[in-house]
Each structure stands twice: as structure tokens, then as C-alpha cells.
């Protein structure tokens, strides 16, 4: 594995969030409990992408987990109480679901690069973003069903886009395990490189992506998260179709004309076919 030079962008209790050549990587960081989520955790990743978004240097997001044994294992159990996971407050959250949005809305790609289990909650988390890259110990699974929790939003009705309705009904009502292998085939994951690997491919694949438009990959991001976000995603495909537009000089002549006390002179810009 090459060694890179990753730099701390931001210091956080349970995620490291580092920066390298225009690629964010944001590691949730609790391997005693294989990386498994608390609303802390939740808030940490959320403030993370936060920046990742107002960051022009950044051009994608890559989510991982600490160690070679998980990638995330999903809502942190000890923590888990009546109504979610419970914060230092005593109040109880479902907090990752903010995170989904955020990972669907970030109008850059994020990459999940799986170095082990990525069950329950873990396993959604994956299912979300755009891309997953696996290492060949990788394990999926849902558990849901088994440890007294489902997540009938992304977690299954966006996995079904992936595997198939068939496929997804397994996943969760049986809550096996599943190989990198199997994933991959099931086409959840994109590809599955040995461990030692997995950084190099996965930041092959992020300067390959920062090679291309930034502007036709967002378009292509939200057009994608459209067709199955409703009035939410037609409402963030329409926001760019809007920023695109304040980008022509046929917009800027609009608000030229208003301010210049004048008509505006719409004629003169051209109506393709
Ligand atoms: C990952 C598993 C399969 C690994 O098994 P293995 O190799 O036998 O290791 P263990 O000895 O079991 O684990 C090692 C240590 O890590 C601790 N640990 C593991 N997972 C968790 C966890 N989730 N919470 C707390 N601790 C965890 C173990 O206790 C052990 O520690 P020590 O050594 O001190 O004993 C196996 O560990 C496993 O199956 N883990 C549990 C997976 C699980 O059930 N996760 C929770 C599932 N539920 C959710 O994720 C909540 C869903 C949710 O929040 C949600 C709700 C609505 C809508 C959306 C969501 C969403 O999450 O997306």
C-alpha cells in the first residue's frame, strides 16, 4: 500500500476527517465497537460534510472505517434506547438518517470504502453512497429483523435498485452474511481489490472522477437521486438547472436591465432547437 501524506482538516471525538489531493476521507474511529455509529458519531460525520460540501478543493468523499475488521457495524447497541440511540443528553436520536440525506445531497461523489464488516446500519451507510469499493474480507448483511430494528427507507427500497426486489427481501428478511464476492456479483458492490489494495484503488478511482467535469458528474449525481427522491430531488436537480442558468449571460442581462432601469434584451440570446 502506498503511504500518502493525509492531512487532518478537522479534529472530531468519533471520526477522523482528513484531506488528500482533493479527496476527503472521513473514518469513523471507535474499532472496539467495529466502528458502529452513536448520535455523536452521526453529528461528526454531518459537520464533516458540511465542510466537504462548502470546499472547493474537495471533489470527493470517501467514508470508511478504522482497522481492517469493520467498516461500520451499524447503530452503537450500548447506546441504543426506547425511541434510538440516545445521545449525552439523554435524548434519543435516529440521527443517521440526517447523514443519508447529506450523502445523497452533497453534489460530489462519495465513495464507501469497505475494509470489513458493513452490517446493519454499516451496511446501509454503503448502500447509500454513490459508489463502494470492497476489500476481499468484506462482509455484508442486514440484522435488522434480528436485533430489533429495520430501516425501511434507503437501506431497503434504494438497495432493491441495486440487487433486485428478490434479492433485497433475502437480505433482510433472512439477515445473512454475504462476501465481498457475492456482493459484488449481486451488483451492490463496484469492485473488490485485495486489503492491502483498497486505499490505492479506491484513490485511483476518486482522481479518475476528479479528471472528469465536476459540473456534468453533479448533474448526473442528481439527475440519478431524482427518479427516486420525489419532489426532494426534483426540487435539488431543478436548484442546479437554476445556478446553471444565473451562469448565462441570458440571466445576467435580466438583472443588468433591472438595475439600469431599462428593458431587458432577451431577443438577442439564442433559442436552440
Ligand atoms: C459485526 C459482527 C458481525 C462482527 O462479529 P464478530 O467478528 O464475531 O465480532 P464481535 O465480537 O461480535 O464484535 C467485536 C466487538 O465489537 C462490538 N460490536 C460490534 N458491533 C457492535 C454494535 N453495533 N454496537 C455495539 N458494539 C458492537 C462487540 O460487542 C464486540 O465488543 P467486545 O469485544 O467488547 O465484546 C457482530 O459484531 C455484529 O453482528 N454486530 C452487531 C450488528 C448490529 O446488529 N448492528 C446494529 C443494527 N441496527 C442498526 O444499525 C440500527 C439501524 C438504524 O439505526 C436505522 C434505523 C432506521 C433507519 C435507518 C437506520 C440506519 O442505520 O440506517
Given amino acids: 500500500m502506498t503511504t500518502r501524506n493525509w492531512t487532518t482538516i478537522k479534529e472530531y471525538e468519533d471520526i477522523k476527517f482528513e484531506f488528500f489531493e482533493g479527496i476527503a476521507k472521513i473514518t469513523i474511529n471507535r474499532p472496539e465497537v467495529y466502528n458502529a455509529f452513536r448520535p455523536q458519531t452521526n453529528f461528526d460525520m454531518l459537520n464533516a460534510m458540511d465542510i466537504c460540501r462548502e470546499r472547493s478543493d474537495i471533489g470527493v468523499v470517501v467514508l470508511t472505517g478504522t482497522g481492517d ?16 440511540y440516545v445521545d449525552e443528553h439523554g435524548v434519543p436520536r435516529l440521527n443517521v438518517l440526517d447523514l443519508h440525506k447529506a450523502i445523497r445531497s452533497l453534489p460530489k461523489p462519495v465513495i464507501a470504502m469497505v475494509n470489513g464488516y458493513a452490517i446493519g446500519g454499516g451496511h446501509v451507510l454503503h448502500v447509500v453512497c454513490d459508489l463502494t469499493i470492497a476489500s476481499d474480507n468484506a462482509k455484508f448483511g442486514q440484522t435488522g429483523p434480528k436485533v430489533g430494528s429495520f430501516d425501511a427507507g434507503f437501506g431497503s427500497n434504494y438497495l432493491a435498485r441495486h440487487v433486485g426486489q428478490k434479492k ?17 456479483d ?5 469492485t473488490v481489490v485485495p486489503l492491502e489494495r483498497l486505499e490505492d484503488e479506491t484513490v485511483e478511482w476518486c482522481k479518475t472522477i476528479m479528471m472528469r467535469s465536476p459540473m456534468a458528474i453533479r448533474m448526473i449525481k442528481r439527475g440519478l437521486n431524482a427518479e427516486l427522491d420525489g419532489q426532494r430531488g426534483l426540487m435539488e436537480f431543478a436548484g442546479d438547472a437554476t445556478m446553471m442558468y444565473y451562469l448565462m449571460e441570458e440571466a445576467q442581462e435580466g ?19
Avoid: H
Avoid at 169 to 180: D, V
Avoid at 186 to 190: T, W
Fill in 186 to 190: 449481486m451488483g451492490m458492490v463496484n
Fill in 69 to 84: 475488521k469493520a467498516f461500520c457495524s451499524g447503530g452503537d447497541q450500548n447506546v441504543k434506547g426506547v425511541g434510538g
Fill in 255 to 273: 438583472k443588468n436591465a433591472f438595475l439600469e432601469k431599462r428593458d431587458p434584451e432577451f431577443q438577442k440570446f439564442p433559442k436552440f432547437p
Fill in 168 to 184: 433485497a427481501r433475502e437480505i433482510w428478511f433472512l439477515c445473512k452474511q454475504y462476501t465481498a464476492k457475492e456482493a459484488e
